[in-house]
């Protein structure tokens, strides 16, 4: 199964607070991109709130972003065209909003793949420093659980790995999109072959 990442394209990148002439540039380009596109979607939306200057991304980088519900938050115009011709088109176009170094999305699945609710939730490196704490303490209030921030990293290239004792359930992106496509396989040649 191909996916295509069409990895935050809204005005605030573009032509907004943090835009550039060089994002600005690669605009028509993604266009084609996602209209010559058969197959999967993801569409990642940065988000952020009216506190965004108090929370830790913001002492980071102290300039207001896609404050959801703005105009700097939407996609741009072009951009969200052809992912809604798309959507018609190719097998789905699933939004991804993510926010504050970390997204609510990430806190969602760690809750729902969490089957203790006391695992310790293993990072990559990368993913560990930018989104880990707020991952995991966010699921930790919304989700009632006692999730733990391990110490260790792993090489994968997103999401993340449960580890109870010698338990591991690997949530890893990669690994998620595999068991998807087995998944969505066997609904493909049903409808094909019905």
Known sequence: MKVL?????QNDF????LGTPEAAAIVPGVV???RSWEGLVYATQDTHFPNYLETQEGQILPVPHCIQGTEGWR??????AALTEGAGRNESVLYV???????HDLAELLVRASSTGKEEVIFSEADRRKVGKAAVEKANQEGGK??????????IPGGFILRSGSVEVNCAFD???RLQKAETAGDVVKKLFA
């Open 5 to 9: 990442v069409v990895v935050d394209m």
């Open 14 to 17: 573009i032509n907004g607070s």
């Open 32 to 34: 084609e991109k996602i």
């Open 75 to 80: 996609i741009e115009p072009s951009v969200r």
């Open 97 to 103: 909003t993510k926010a504050t170094f970390g997204s």
């Open 146 to 155: 006692n999730l733990t921030l391990s110490g260790e990293t792993r090489s």
């Open 175 to 177: 690994t998620l999109v």
